[in-house]
């Protein structure tokens, strides 16, 4: 800035110190200094002004007098003034200055007018946040200030809501009695004065004092509250005495007839509320500092939040959104527990939120922190104050309006009062009961808004989307949403138009969202709350009186049962959410290779636990009726075999689930020669079913005993005529690998009325032309029949041509064939077993010899074979092994010999030798 610009600066300061001046001239040269202020903090001549306007700035706000009138050139000017105070950059060159600014502004509270006062306050905060002035005497004076304004604010309650919204009307500005109008004034007054010509009257505006002011009052809270940080321990005392006064506030209302009145000045009453609420936010804040002295108030701070829930208006969506964030804050105190007489009313939406339209933004906040105090005072809670906390709840869960966090929010706490509700149950069953029925329909019917409504279009989003970048989804989950047209229990398809009027209700506002996770964690809950509720009921006291401590009180009437039903239907699609999964450029994708995560593995397993902790008939009950259902679901999301596994895994449940899932197999056998899609289902599912049969041998082998021979005789009879018999052969595979650990003799006394003709069957297919693969398989099944060795004896010659294809087959069936001939070698008597080798000794032995030039584990095993057959074994060698000759086209190996008669050596080849040798052994003569 040049030297002649900070000369004119200069000039316009010195005219606001000028006596003489003309107050528009000073107004004029006040707002040049604010229009160019920027300009002058950045100059390097800033400091050198700074100490000039300060002194003039100063004595102006010290010595001139307040004005009323906001439209009064001395007005302008102080205000303009303050401003440019407010403006002043935080440096160190305004450090010196920081105390007269202080003791001015502190004047000023008292004295001046409400717009000046406001300005004063954000310099009288600015400065304190920034340069933390040493405590002094002024900070009491102000705490006191304070004090007395809060004082005597009772006594203005009537005068306050008199004050009308219609202008004043006067013929000449002088007529006023100003002292007298600023003595009831609590908010900008207008006035208009009349001219005598038919020009429109002039207006003006009637400013109330600082200590009257319900703006200002809004705004000291938080000076308050910077006093306090900055000198805690030298105002602890004087902010303790504040409590009372607080007390006192939050409590006052105006009379009824005022609130009543059409002529009600809306404006003073939302600024009365709103120096109201910023008090409660001070209470707040101070709520932990000050807890044993607040809670001797605790009826004052409950009735007086109740009062401004009920009289905040509707059009100060601000206001109780504060109002709610301060009663958040108080919630999290001890002070929650003195809620609990009045949390009844807080479950009336009207009082909570209000009916303004603008009001629907803080919704969330409402409902979150009446959750919080909900769920910190349960054990509190009578019966018909927790089922109000249902319905308020349960609605949440369903209002698409709400954030999914908001609906997940709502499913938390409902599970978290299942274990009140079940307390209760020892007081009042019927109605306990009652109301966790309900919660298990609210937590069944969102499954079915998650399935029916959401997913289809994420899925539809992500086709949109990977179509351009990836390839299509994979035949597993592509038809993940697809139409089952299964019929529901509640009467209708997902086709039917009840369905399709929920997409045009819902469907209309809802935003298909770009993150996922928000819906895994709302599905996630609503696993682990239908799961709780489950518990609920199994826990509560039983309805009826007479019913004895036994299972029988776990049955669930046929409603409830029809609940869990539409369950599996409505959540084993919903789970479909974790098919979904964002992968690194932010692009979704599908996977259907088994749980993609723990967290998917986790929510299966709990799923699962809902039906575990049911009484059995239930259980079967519930899997009979969806057992179709539930098989179609996992051919298209096989992480749903989770959830069958986990049942087989369990001893309660493994016999009745494997019951239902082999019957329903059985009947599926047709497809499984024919159907491609299906049939590794079926093939892995009957696996499933026959290894439970092993982790449970007692429950499982009468299971399992029923259907055996079912089994064993369809897959041969179908094997026949099927274009696919492969699958079959499979099953038989894994039915004899399941149960042929020899330790299953309930099963084996079954299988033995069907061992002629399966070892004659399979006998005749490996004898016959076939693939290798399918020979191998029958080779294999030859040898793995689940019976007894001794139930085998006098079928020993059937497996006698089986075993040579083993012992000439791949490492598998060699491993197996060895396994064979050692038992058999082991546990028969040698006469016997060599009565039979007989027909296939040669290539037994040929087989065994082969076997000893591997590298492998079963060379071994051959030699150990060998050796226990003993001298047995060169009984058996009826010709040579089978080697390749190779012709050596090297010098042949000879011994040469020197004698002395001869000068030459001779050689006597050794490979002549070892022919004469045989020769001559061969003999028998020799």
């Known amino acids: 800035m040049a030297q002649n610009e900070f000369n004119t600066f200069r000039s316009y300061v010195n005219i606001l110190s000028d006596p003489a001046a003309k107050e528009e001239i000073k107004f004029k040269a006040a707002q040049e200094l604010s229009e160019h202020f920027e300009l002058i903090v950045q100059s390097p001549s800033y400091p050198a002004f700074l100490e000039l306007a300060l002194k003039v700035f100063i004595r102006i706000l010290q010595d001139g007098e307040p004005q009323f009138i906001q439209e009064n050139s001395s007005q302008h000017i102080r205000k303009l003034i303050l401003e440019m105070i407010h403006r002043l950059p935080i440096s160190e060159n305004l450090r010196q200055h920081v105390k007269p600014i202080i003791s001015v502004m502190l004047k000023i509270l008292r004295s001046d007018n409400e717009e000046n006062v406001l300005v004063s306050l954000r310099i009288i905060i600015e400065l304190h946040k920034h340069f933390r002035p040493s405590f002094n005497p002024e900070v009491q004076h102000f705490l006191l200030y304070v004090k007395d304004i809060y004082t005597e604010l009772p006594n203005h309650m009537n005068k306050i809501f008199e004050q009308k919204q219609q202008p004043m009307r006067v013929k000449d500005i002088k007529e006023l009695n100003i002292d007298h109008l600023l003595s009831i004034t609590y908010a900008p007054r207008v006035i208009n004065v009349e001219n005598l010509q038919d020009s429109p009257p002039q207006v003006f505006n009637l400013l109330p004092k600082g200590v009257l002011s319900l703006r200002v009052l809004q705004e000291l809270p938080i000076i308050v509250v910077l006093m306090y940080q900055i000198y805690k321990t030298a105002v602890h005392q004087e902010v303790s005495e504040f409590i009372p006064l607080i007390m006192t506030t939050i409590n006052l209302q105006p009379s009824f007839q005022h609130r009543n009145s059409a002529d009600l000045n809306k404006e003073i009453f939302v600024d009365f509320m709103g120096a109201q609420v910023k008090t409660l936010s001070f209470l707040a804040y101070i709520v932990r500092i000050f807890q044993d002295l607040i809670l001797t108030h605790s009826a004052s701070v409950t009735n007086g939040m109740l009062s401004l829930m009920e009289l905040c208006p509707k059009e100060a969506a601000h206001l109780r959104k504060e109002l709610l964030i301060a009663a958040r804050h108080i919630f999290a105190t001890d002070l929650r527990q003195k809620f609990v007489p009045i949390i009844e009313k807080l479950f009336n939406e009207d009082l909570l939120i209000g009916k303004g339209v603008t009001l629907e933004s803080i919704r969330p906040l409402a409902y979150s922190t009446l959750a919080d105090l909900a769920h910190h005072v349960r054990q509190s809670l009578s019966l018909d104050v927790l089922e109000k906390a249902v319905n308020l709840f349960s609605k949440n869960v369903h209002d698409e309006s709400l954030a999914t966090g908001i609906q997940t929010m709502s499913c938390k ?71 089952n047209n299964y019929e529901y229990k509640d009467g209708f398809t997902e086709n039917t138009s009840s369905d399709q009027s929920m997409k045009t209700n819902i469907g209309s506002h809802w935003i298909c969202p770009a993150n996922i996770v928000e ?70 994708r599908t996977s259907n290779q088994g749980p993609r995560t723990k967290e998917e593995k986790e929510v299966l397993e709990h799923f699962s636990g809902i039906f575990l902790m049911m009484h059995p008939q239930n259980f079967q009950e519930v899997f009979a009726t969806t057992i179709d259902f539930m098989v179609d679901r996992i051919s298209k999301n096989s992480s749903l075999q989770v959830v069958a596994n986990s049942f087989l895994a369990n001893p309660t449940t493994s016999p009745l689930f494997a019951t239902v899932l082999v019957e329903y197999l059985l009947g599926k056998m047709d497809e499984m020669g024919s159907n491609i899609d299906r049939s590794p289902l079926y093939l892995r599912l009957f696996k499933l079913v026959f290894g439970s049969v092993s982790l449970f041998p007692v429950e499982n082998e009468q299971m399992l005993r029923p259907h055996l021979h079912n089994i064993v005789n369809r897959s041969m009879e179908l094997a026949l005529t099927a274009e696919n018999p492969y699958n079959y052969f499979l099953l038989l595979r894994a039915l004899f690998r399941s149960i042929g650990g020899g330790s299953h003799d309930l099963l084996y006394q079954e299988f033995l009325p069907l061992l002629p003709n399966l070892l004659e069957g399979l006998n005749r297919l490996q004898s016959g032309f076939h693939k290798q693969h399918m020979k191998d398989l029958f080779v294999e099944l030859c040898l793995t029949v689940p019976v007894r060795l001794s139930s085998l004896l006098p079928y020993l010659p059937m497996l006698m041509d089986p075993l040579v294809s083993a012992l000439n087959g791949s490492s598998t069936l060699i491993s197996q064939g060895l396994r064979t001939l050692e038992l058999c070698v082991d546990n028969l008597q040698p006469d016997f077993l060599y009565d039979h080798i007989q027909p296939v000794r040669a290539s037994l032995m040929q087989a065994l010899w082969r076997t000893l030039r591997n590298q492998d584990n079963a060379a071994l095993v051959a030699f150990r074979v060998l050796g226990k057959l003993g001298g047995g074994n060169r009984k058996m060698m009826t010709e040579p092994q089978t080697l390749q000759f190779r012709e050596n086209d090297a010098v042949p190996v000879a011994v040469i010999t020197y004698f002395q008669d001869h000068d030459k050596p001779i050689d006597f080849p050794v490979e002549k030798a070892i022919e004469t040798a045989l020769t001559a052994l061969s003999f028998k003569t020799t």
């Open 413 to 483: 706490l409902l599970l978290n009062l299942v274990d009140c509700i079940r307390q209760h149950s020892e007081m009042d069953a019927v109605k306990a009961r009652n109301i966790l029925v309900s919660l298990l329909k609210v937590f069944a019917y969102k499954f079915k808004t998650i399935a029916k409504i959401l997913l289809p279009p994420i899925i539809d989003k992500w086709k949109s989307q990977s179509s351009s970048q990836t390839s299509s989804l994979s035949p597993g989950s592509s038809n993940l949403i697809g139409n």
């Open 519 to 588: 819906y895994r964690g709302l599905v996630k809950t609503l696993v682990g709350g239908a799961k709780t509720i489950t518990w609920g009921f199994i826990s509560s006291k039983p309805v009826c009186a007479d019913v004895v401590k036994s299972n029988q009180e776990k049955l669930f009437d046929s409603s409830e049962l029809k609940i869990y039903i539409d369950l599996v239907y409505w959540a084993m699609e919903a789970l479909d959410i974790y098919t979904i999964s964002i992968a690194t450029n932010n692009q979704q």
